[in-house]
């Protein structure tokens, strides 16, 4: 139904930028939200941000000012712009989407992407 692909990862220096994308493709007319969530070293997948069909957007805390999520001009793309990188930053990033217009009805799925890896160096 639906299949995402994030690019963008890379090395960067601490106080640097990356711009991270997402972009969904599969069988639906348009994906109700989709967001970012990252995989720090032992810790748990958390949200990075997300944003919603109306362009709502929620951030979790460590993002708030330094990180911005958008949408493309087709709306099958995401993007997370990332400033004031840190070290801590360093995660392999994940694209999700929840929720799916197709085959005129909507369906209650989540799918997530592989990943693009993050290094901050210090």
């Known amino acids: 139904q639906v299949q995402l692909v994030e690019t963008g990862g890379g090395l960067v220096q601490a106080g640097g930028s990356l711009r991270l994308s997402c972009e969904a493709s599969g069988n639906f007319v348009r994906i109700n939200t989709m967001g970012w969530y990252r995989q720090c070293l032992d810790k748990e997948r958390e949200l990075v941000a997300i944003i919603s069909r109306g362009d709502s957007t929620v951030y979790a805390d460590f993002a708030k000012g330094r990180f911005s999520i958008s949408r493309g001009n087709a709306k099958n793309t995401i993007y997370l712009q990332m400033n004031s990188l840190k070290p801590e930053d360093t995660a392999v990033y994940f694209c999700?989407?929840?929720?799916?217009?197709?085959?005129?009805?909507?369906?209650?799925?989540?799918?997530w992407g592989n990943g693009t890896l993050v290094t901050v160096s210090s």
């Open positions: 999700s989407s929840k929720g799916i217009w197709a085959a005129e009805a909507y369906y209650d799925v989540n799918v």
